[in-house]
């Protein structure tokens, strides 16, 4: 058990449905993490929380939609999907260090909610 | 060019031999290294960091870092069917950056 829990853990969803995926971690960490794994590509860096306020958007498309209403939960609403939107979805979280230093501590990962869109 | 680049494989070795994985950054200012272990269908869980050149062990695995040549690379001493896995490189200067991976099977 990593500490990082992820629901659902599967989701089959229509192109326009609307969901969303939650994210909550227990180990007291400032930064959470939305990442987007589709098969045989690197690991895709879709947002970054940190201290709840959202630090990094990588030109992700705004049918993604992310929430982090405090430092523990984090939250993708989904709608209008498209099927290349299929993919794993893994949330992460870290101790992450403010202006003038790095953050180099380890992102731990929770168990991923397969999303399938049809 | 990549930022991280792993061989994807497969690299296939015998049961006790031991394995060498491989991996390249092209961000010369990254300051910390990280190997994650993936068996199909979860999420990677790490297995290793490093942060100064050199070497690292824990256990039957060994991580080495040559910043000159950006390179990072983990040995699998006495390797078993179940580290049979990807594994994914990972660099962080401010932000993570993850390779492909490299898928490795461990023959009994």
């Known amino acids: 058990e990593t500490g990082v829990t992820q629901t659902p853990r599967h989701l089959v969803m229509g192109m326009t449905n609307k969901k969303s995926l939650k994210c909550e971690q227990h180990l007291g960490h400032n930064a959470m993490y939305w990442y987007k794994q589709s098969a045989k590509k690197p690991l895709e860096l879709m947002f970054v929380?940190?201290?709840?306020?959202?630090?990094e958007n990588n030109s992700v498309p705004s049918r993604f939609s992310p929430e982090c209403p405090n430092s523990s939960h984090l939250f993708l609403h989904l709608h209008t999907l498209q099927p290349e939107d299929s993919a794993l979805y893994l949330c992460a979280s870290s101790q992450y260090r403010d202006s003038g230093g790095p953050s180099t501590d380890t992102q731990y990962f929770g168990p991923g909610t397969r999303l399938t869109v049809l | 060019q990549k930022e991280v680049e792993q061989n994807s494989g497969p690299l296939s070795v015998p049961e006790g031999a031991i394995a060498s994985l491989n991996c390249t950054y092209s961000d010369r200012g990254s300051q910390s290294f990280f190997w994650y272990r993936q068996y199909s269908g979860k999420s990677p869980e790490l297995i290793m960091s490093?942060?100064?050149?050199g070497d690292k062990e824990d256990g039957r695995f060994t991580a080495q870092l040559n910043k000159a040549s950006q390179y990072v690379s983990l040995l699998i001493r006495d390797s078993q069917p179940s580290d049979s896995a990807t594994y994914l490189c990972a660099v962080n200067n401010n932000d993570m950056r993850f390779g492909a991976g490299t898928r490795l099977t461990v023959k009994p």
């Open positions: 490093i942060y100064s050149n």
């Open positions: 929380y940190s201290l709840e306020e959202r630090v």
